[in-house]
């Protein structure tokens, strides 16, 4: 568990009692001093991360020769690996590394991967040769896909390292038990998602640009040049960090909850909960040292019963004399059990997500394949594919700026109530805003395959500016379904269990990758047998496929979602919303007194 403990004083010659964490300049550590240099090692990092995933699409397509199935799977899974290896890079930093060698490992990986991607950009027996795109094209060998998927490999290795780590590090450098330290702590997310906006636009729009227009070799060297920047900047500032011991991770509480019932399986738990309390191992919660927040005591639940065996006492010699379990692994606290059926009980939730983000992971895979099929010449200037992405990002931050600014004070102005959109409304629009996607994304398709057959043409002569409405309606399923999906997992666990909510949301995204690569390869098995018919997905050229009858199918899986939401899973969100609305009026009676 990511907890605000004890502080490991880098200095060794200065004393443990001393009350301020002191660099050798006698200066103390921490606060703003540290984070200049945090947020220059995260703004480098991001603009050259988040250039490669906008292009890397692109690049396979016209570097590598990669037919649909396989640049599908190449991008699906790397984009998965990169977001799945976020838990183990959670459960390295809490519990044997600690943030900062994680964070610098994790860096130092990512500059090995993007290395190695520039490599295959400026060295071209790294590739296949380049073939017209009428033309049968040749695939890439085994070999120049092997150090290819290595730089991938580092990449997300990369990524698990910083992910769940960056965030958390900088909040480290504030001592949040003081106001003071709360002020500095919000004004520095402020600023961490300043920087992540401004690197996110120079990558989505100078170095794009110049990957796609000017030379890849160039285009990928600028981000090289950055993580190395990062790396070293991240360094520099080593002094004047506050670095804190490793103390555990949730992740390991819920292994040994798991361990223990299952070794437990054939014991029997009472019905009443009265007398089968009595028997369970009930410490008192660990405090949490060093920190605002108070490690709360979850009461007893009587859902998924089974588990309760992990914290049943069958013996009293699993208890040492103080009362304390000899063997986590063998008996656990009803306190880890309930965060587990915490968890558990926010899958039906957590699935509605997955599905949903399933629309997402397709305008990055195939929304960007269809750009570059199409006319991508404005007035004289030639619009990279991967420009497409900025859509998304401009409807996001409208939307909520409309929302916050606009929307709330009008309906505060007109019932005196802040009446915010609940959680179950917001992740029903983002199905429906999932549902209109690929809705639009099929007939689009469908307009411009026929367009460019008609023409005899690889590509369309449709503008590429016909894309804008389905990558738009992509930005608000992120700007309603995500953002309400990491406010439900964030919101529903407590304070000691908050970094695990960040953790499974990497989580969900990674899964509907999996699930999108998945979904491919089945669909491409089962219409390649179609004799006489043109398959839905494969091959080089997407005139020669039915792509639309993918999204289309895509399309009715979103609609079982919203059934399975509508009348199953919101549910589970009807509490939460029941509580913020609560809450909500409590605060408007406080500011009309």
């Not at 016209?62 to 199935?69: F, L, Q």
Request: a positive charge; proline letters at 4%; charged letters at 15%.
């Amino acid at each position: 568990m990511e907890n605000d403990i004890h502080t490991d004083l880098v200095d060794q010659h200065h004393s443990p009692s001393s009350s301020n964490c002191l660099s050798k300049s006698n200066k103390p550590k921490g606060g703003w001093r540290s984070i200049k240099y945090i947020l220059g090692n995260e703004t480098f990092e991001k603009l050259a991360s988040m250039s490669l995933i906008a292009n890397i699409t692109v690049y396979l397509r016209t570097r590598y020769n990669m037919n649909g199935i396989l640049l599908v799977n190449v991008v699906s899974i790397w984009s998965g690996s990169s977001n799945l290896t976020s838990i183990p890079g959670a459960l390295i930093s809490d519990t044997y590394l600690g943030r900062f060698y994680t964070l610098l490992f994790g860096s130092i990986a990512s500059l090995l991967g993007m290395g190695i991607i520039t490599l295959t950009a400026g060295i071209d027996k790294l590739r296949p040769p380049a073939c017209n795109k009428q033309a049968d094209c040749v695939e890439p060998k085994g070999w120049q896909l092997s150090i290819l998927y290595a730089g991938l490999a580092l990449l997300a290795i990369g990524s698990g390292g910083i992910r769940p780590c960056n965030i958390a590090f900088g909040a480290d450098q504030f001592d949040t038990r003081t106001p003071k330290g709360k002020t500095q702590l919000e004004s520095f997310f402020n600023w961490w998602y300043f920087s992540f906006t401004v690197a996110l636009v120079i990558a989505l729009t100078v170095v794009v640009y110049i990957q796609t227009n000017v030379s890849w070799v160039i285009g990928f060297t600028i981000p090289t040049a950055c993580l190395f920047l990062s790396t070293v900047i991240f360094l520099i500032g080593h002094h004047t960090y506050i670095i804190k011991k490793p103390q555990g991770s949730v992740f390991v509480d819920i292994a040994k909850v798991v361990t223990a019932a299952c070794r437990k399986r054939k014991q029997k738990v009472n019905d009443g909960q009265d007398s089968a309390e009595k028997w369970f191992y009930d410490p008192p919660p660990s405090p949490l040292p060093e920190s605002d927040s108070q490690n709360v005591k979850l009461p007893h639940t009587v859902k998924f019963r089974c588990l309760d065996k992990a914290a049943l006492i069958t013996d009293s010699t699993e208890l040492d004399s103080q009362g304390k379990a000899k063997n986590n692994w063998r008996l656990c606290s009803i306190q880890q059990v309930e965060q587990l059926k915490m968890l558990l009980g926010m899958v039906p939730v957590w699935v509605t997500g997955i599905v949903c983000f399933l629309a997402m992971d397709q305008q990055n895979t195939i929304g960007i394949l269809q750009a570059i099929q199409m006319n991508k010449t404005i007035q004289n200037f030639n619009l990279p594919p991967a420009w497409m992405g900025l859509m998304s990002m401009i409807t996001l931050s409208l939307w909520i700026f409309i929302y916050e600014r606009v929307l709330l004070p009008l309906t505060h102005k007109i019932t005196g109530k802040k009446q915010r959109l609940t959680m179950t409304q917001r992740v029903t629009t983002g199905i429906v805003m999932a549902i209109v996607t690929l809705t639009i994304s099929g007939i689009v398709e469908r307009n411009r395959r026929i367009s460019a057959l008609e023409h005899g043409s690889f590509e369309s002569p449709l503008s590429i500016l016909l894309l804008l409405p389905q990558f738009a309606f992509s930005g608000l399923i992120e700007a309603f379904a995500a953002v309400a999906l990491m406010e439900f997992l964030t919101t529903q666990l407590p304070e000691s269990m908050r970094t695990v909510s960040g953790a499974i949301f990497f989580l969900s995204l990674s899964i509907a990758s999996y699930m999108n690569s998945l979904l491919v390869n089945i669909i491409h098995v089962v219409t390649g047998k179609n004799n006489g018919q043109a398959p839905w997905l494969g091959g080089t050229d997407l005139n020669k496929n039915t792509v639309e009858y993918f999204y289309f199918l895509v399309a009715g899986i979103e609609v079982l979602n919203l059934l399975y939401f509508t009348f199953f899973a919101s549910r589970y969100v009807s509490n939460n919303d029941a509580k913020n609305e609560k809450e909500s009026e409590n605060k408007d009676m406080e500011e009309s007194v």
